[in-house]
């Protein structure tokens, strides 16, 4: 079965400082990679989404950047944290093809101070 | 307008009662719909992907698509205090999708 981990769970970082994410599938082979932000009562944002190696697509320009070196592995980044930035992140994968439903990690609670 | 639109509650019931959770949405052109559950300080768990108006069961859970009204459903039966969460509607459009902002429900024993 597949399965999703996504580290750290919880990371308090200061402002200005720099940030990696990091989310990794296994079992299974090409998946379509995503990361979102989720506020409280807003829902969930699209930041990037991959559909192969080195293949980025970004949805909301930002302070972020998103790579994906090897197959199954996504990294969030970000040269210098703003305030904002602060929030609960989320990466999902799904199948490759349309319309696969999408399976999410635990999250990382990102805070900035 | 919103794409998908969703009651935030909270929904509070007791133990044993029957739950209905329910979006609407404005783009006739979704085709697939899903129901995700998310407890506190975790990342969403899908329940239900259902394609065609209609229903789906699986267990205690039914999810109903009317296509013509653009309006899905969530029904929990016998609800628990373990489904105490915040549930999730997202509807897909190809490789688009649209998650409704979700529904905390609350399972009082």
Known sequence: ?113 | QKEVEQDPGPLSVPEGAIVSLNCTYSNSAFQYFMWYRQYSRKGPELLMYTYSSGNKEDGRFTAQVDKSSKYISLFIRDSQPSDSATYLCAMSNFNKFYFGSGTKLNVKP
């Open chain 1, 1 to 113: 079965s597949q399965t999703i981990h996504q580290w750290p769970a919880t990371l308090v970082q200061p402002v200005g400082s720099p940030l990696s994410l990091e989310c990794t599938v296994e079992g299974t082979s090409n998946p379509n990679l995503y990361w979102y932000r989720q506020a409280a009562g807003r829902g969930l944002q699209l930041l990037f989404y991959s559909v192969g190696i080195g293949q980025i697509s970004s949805e909301v320009p930002q302070n972020l950047s998103a790579s994906r070196p090897q197959d199954r592995q996504f990294i969030l980044s970000s040269k210098k944290l703003l305030l904002s930035d602060s929030g609960f992140y989320l990466c999902a994968w799904s199948k490759t093809g349309l319309n696969q439903p999408q399976h999410f990690g635990d999250g990382t609670r990102l805070s900035i101070l």
